[in-house]
């Protein structure tokens, strides 16, 4: 199963990046990463965009009857309160 086109947007915001730079990242055209999160692009292109954000350290996170899709990432693992306060000192 892959996820819902909106993850992708939301997956690439994460990692902090524009279309321009997932693309150069990925080795794909800005256009192919408008199209797959526009759910406009083949599958082929959607598992290779999933293979470059699990690499990142993104996964994703398939509905379980209580839940729906989610993301989750391995690079983030401080709460706002931690770095809210690393940020006032």
Do not use: C
Not at 25 to 44: L, V
């Amino acid at each position: 199963m892959r996820p819902p086109p909106r993850l992708f947007v939301a997956a690439r915001v994460l990692l902090g990046q524009n279309q321009i730079e997932v693309a150069h990242d990925s080795g794909m055209s800005s256009r192919t990463i408008y199209k797959i999160e526009n759910a406009a692009a083949n599958i082929i292109l959607v598992e290779k965009l999933m293979r470059h954000y699990s690499s990142k350290g993104i996964s994703f996170i398939s509905p379980d009857g209580n839940s729906g899709w989610g993301i989750k990432s391995s690079f983030l693992n401080s709460s706002y309160d931690d770095e809210h306060e690393t940020s006032e000192r």
